[in-house]
């Protein structure tokens, strides 16, 4: 039972919270991880620790916001330990990139080709993994971005401040980004890929 | 006249945001007559459509899946027994 005094009183029952938020934190945590039993592993530790933490809950954000930014220190933490090397972060660069499939006055400099019927592919389990893993090469700010703006229940403001995103104008600019990179990796990877075969 | 590199930009932030009539109006003319940033509207249409059914898909084989419904029983197990601790921890 939430206690209804003081700070604590907007957090819901601890027992509520698998049900509520366990499918968002596991999906953010394995498109981290990429395993699926250290994902679950950090999901069970960030409960854990929000249950410990509970009574300093304030509320400025929501319990999903809060949940998941426990879990996204939790990933770096797991990170740094593992040394495992994170995606980069350079999101300039990037851009830098990005801009070059642009003349200087603003026509494409890149020759598009049509996507033949492309929602087919997802009935085919390969086509995730090669989505998946071109989200996994974006920089590292943008594939969280890009990823926690389907998760529902966060709001363009609260994912701005997990991210340390200053306004939404930059983080829509950054989704632009991020979108245009998915679309050159699912380009060569998949739609003109010969061999779709995935292993 | 927007310049592709803006419609890019516009054709992104439309699935982000409610577009102003005049912004909606400029994009779409020059989506009609532009065949290039007609296919990169098809394609981003297509990344975002494939992007929710990822996060948020129920099927097996589709996107990321759920929490199972054993290690989701697992954990919330593991959730009450730390309340109960708690319970018995305090004097009252």
Known sequence: MTSTEGRAATISDPTTWVAQHGDALFRYALMKMRDPSQAEDMVQETFLAALKARHNFSGQSSEKTWLIGILKHKIIDHFRKHKREQSSDDIETLSEQLDQQFSPRGHWEITLTHWQDPDQAHENEAFWKVFSACIAHLPDRLADLFILREIKGLSSEEICKLLDISTTNNMWVMLSRARMRLRNCLDSRWFNHDNREVR | ?92
């Open chain 2, 1 to 92: 006249m927007l310049s592709c590199k803006e419609v890019g930009e516009l054709v992104s932030q439309g699935i982000d945001r409610k577009l102003s009539l005049r912004e909606k109006i400029g994009l779409k003319m020059h989506l009609f007559i532009c065949k290039t940033c007609s296919c990169y509207d098809k394609q981003l249409q297509f990344i975002a459509r494939s992007a929710r059914r990822l996060m948020q898909s129920n099927k097996t084989g589709q996107g990321i899946p759920p929490l199972s419904q054993m290690v989701g029983a697992r954990i919330n197990s593991t959730i009450k027994q730390q309340l109960d601790d708690e319970q018995q921890k305090r004097p009252e």
